[in-house]
């Protein structure tokens, strides 16, 4: 039944309305082509007798009358987010066989509102990474090849199963994070949208912590419509994060489709970096022609710190997670490695737990906190942070949304950038000053590049106004008309 | 700003993760790099900035100070490595 898997959330929730076809026939035409779908490393866990559970229940729910807004619906989870009784691991081996015994706040929300779990998809460890090679499950590999090649290619990361499984349609969208750019970047690389909502907008409870003051919550999809459906439904204030908004969600799929005429939108001239392929320029081009089509008036802004986002963030995000990840230590939960004494026993379990790349950066979050280190690195960081942030807000004072690429390249060949920690910190380039400043960042699927691989704009928003870029987002899909889809080689 | 052997050995223990000895040379390599291209942040002039703590300008909200959760203790040592009638069993701490 590849044809409902082909159809977009939206879609499937009309079908599902108007009776088309039932939540059961929906999600077991999913769990079929998951269970197929093995070569792509996407799912770490398939849970197909609790997805057919839960389509039950939708369509029980459905025929009396009590549907939800996403009822019915079978999603993909990245197991960043615990899931109660079902095994969640951050794709890290010091989580081993983790089995929460509570839910976390973003996915009883889509619960809340009748969605089906199809089950926990791959990600970097800890969301540390942007190739998805750094998990303990092995890479996901992108279902997008280059024209006339069969090399694999990295879906991006740390969200990459959530944007290989929409993708590839093997759900009809996906929850995923973004530090640094994990959501966006791995959209970009897979022909899919994905937002990062303002930092508060949903809660962090329940979700494997990083770095606590850049971590947020988001979905991938099919479309700019599916996303702004499963962000007002992830959304909310949650008294169980003290940094949650305690404000209204807005209904962000009625900005989708409204007219984005007379929007100031800027374009930040520091983005042009050194070495950009030239298709990627070109792109951005095309989307500044786009929205002038739209009736939107163009801007050129400065953003001058914007060099110095990477380098801050390699200070404040691995010292977060350094503090962050003390708690995995073999005591409570988790893998534990018996040593001599109670000390050997954490750095036993530390080192026999952690990866390569999560060691790493808590050694450097480590350092830069360390006596005699925490002024000149740890304080310095956050105060450019604070640059970054006036940054935008002056931009913010003539526009009301920028226009950049989400990623410096399309996507790469898994071990291309694996040797050279920096290189591969270089793709978030273009996302990580959204983190820094809290604000709503979005990519959305805009063309090819010449080996027919797929490149995406990113819309960055004031705080708080998810919902232009819904607007804008939803100019840029139509005009772009991206339609394309890998071929199936799975 | 070089980092030498010694101060990987260091920050290791500091983050208690074992390192061997023959690894502390690659790693004080690959730190170096890193660092050195963080470095840049020098050139960023921050005199009178206040450091950014939180990308919410919020005060941090209240709430009543009464138990809201607990009396589970099956629940939260389901996940340890070892128990001991309700209780954690970790490695021996005073002699």
Redesign the interface.
């Known amino acids: 039944m590849s044809a409902l898997t082909s159809l977009t959330l939206k879609a499937a929730l009309d079908g599902l309305a108007d009776k088309s076809f039932s939540s059961e026939e929906l999600t077991k035409a999913h769990v079929d082509v998951v269970a197929a779908a093995k070569p792509l490393n996407a799912y770490i866990l398939e849970t197909p007798e609790k997805a057919i559970e839960m389509a039950k229940a939708s369509d029980a729910r459905r025929a009396k009358g009590e549907a939800g807004a996403l009822d019915g619906a079978p999603l993909g989870i990245k197991d960043l987010f615990c899931t109660e009784g079902v095994r969640s691991t951050a794709c890290s081996n010091i989580l081993g066989n983790f089995v929460p015994t509570y839910e976390s706040t973003v996915t009883a929300n889509l619960w809340r509102d009748g969605a089906v779990m199809l089950g926990k998809l791959n990600l970097d460890e800890f969301a540390m990474g942007s190739s998805n090679e750094t998990s303990a499950f092995g890479p996901v590999v992108n279902p997008w090849r280059s024209e006339g090649s069969n090399a694999k290619l990295t879906p991006g990361g740390s969200s990459g199963g959530s944007a290989a499984a929409v993708a590839a349609d093997l759900c009809l969208g996906a929850t995923a994070t973004d530090t640094g750019g994990s959501i966006r970047q791995p959209a970009a690389f897979t022909g899919t949208v994905g937002i990062k909502p303002t930092y508060g907008r949903c809660s962090r409870w329940g979700v494997v912590a990083f770095a606590s003051s850049l971590d947020q919550a988001g979905p991938i999809a099919k479309t700019v419509e599916d996303a702004a459906i499963l962000l007002k439904s992830m959304s909310g204030h949650d008294p169980k994060d003290s940094t949650s908004l305690d404000i209204e969600t807005p209904d962000y799929p009625s900005f989708v489709g409204k007219s984005v005429k007379g929007l100031r939108v800027g374009i930040p001239k520091e983005y042009r970096v050194d070495g950009m392929p030239p298709e990627i320029e070109k792109l951005w081009e095309q989307g500044i022609a786009w929205l002038k089509e739209a009736g939107c008036e163009i801007v050129e802004v400065s953003l001058p710190h914007t060099k110095y986002a990477l380098p801050a963030y390699y200070i404040v995000a691995p010292a977060e997670a350094s503090s962050n990840l003390a708690r995995y230590d073999g005591m409570r939960f988790g893998l534990r490695e018996n040593g001599g004494n109670l000390t050997e026993t954490y750095e036993n379990t530390r080192a026999a737990g952690f990866g390569a790349e999560v060691k790493r950066r808590i050694l450097i979050g480590t350092y830069v906190l360390s006596a005699g280190y925490y002024d000149a690195y740890y304080v310095k960081a956050l105060k450019v942070r604070r640059r970054i942030a006036d940054d935008f807000d002056q931009a913010f004072q003539k526009v009301d949304a920028l226009l950049t690429p989400t990623a410096p390249s399309a996507a790469f060949g898994l071990g291309e950038n694996a040797d050279d920690p920096v290189a591969m910190y270089l793709n978030d380039i273009f996302t990580v000053t959204v983190n820094l400043a809290g604000l709503p960042g979005m990519s959305i699927p805009a063309g090819v590049d010449a080996n027919g691989l797929p490149l995406g704009l990113q819309l960055i928003g004031k705080a708080l106004d998810e919902g232009t870029l819904f607007s804008l987002g939803g100019a840029i899909e139509k005009a772009a008309d991206f339609k394309t889809k890998p071929a199936k080689w799975w | 700003m070089a980092?030498d052997a010694a101060?990987?050995r260091k920050?290791?223990?500091?983050?208690?993760?074992?390192?061997p000895e023959d690894k502390l040379e690659a790693?004080a390599k690959?730190?170096t790099?890193?660092?050195t291209?963080?470095?840049?942040?020098?050139?960023?002039d921050?005199d009178g900035?206040?450091?950014?703590?939180?990308?919410?300008a919020?005060t941090?909200?209240m709430?009543e100070d009464v138990v809201t959760d607990g009396g589970?203790p099956a629940?939260?040592l389901?996940?340890?490595?070892?128990t001991v009638d309700g209780f954690?069993v970790?490695?021996?701490?005073v002699e």
């Open positions: 980092i101060t990987v920050v290791a223990r500091l983050a208690r993760i074992a390192e790693l690959e730190l790099g890193i660092m291209w963080i470095e840049q942040l020098g050139e960023v921050t900035v206040e450091p950014m703590t939180s990308a919410v919020v941090l909200p709430r589970d629940k939260v389901s996940n340890a490595p070892k954690f970790v490695p021996k701490v």
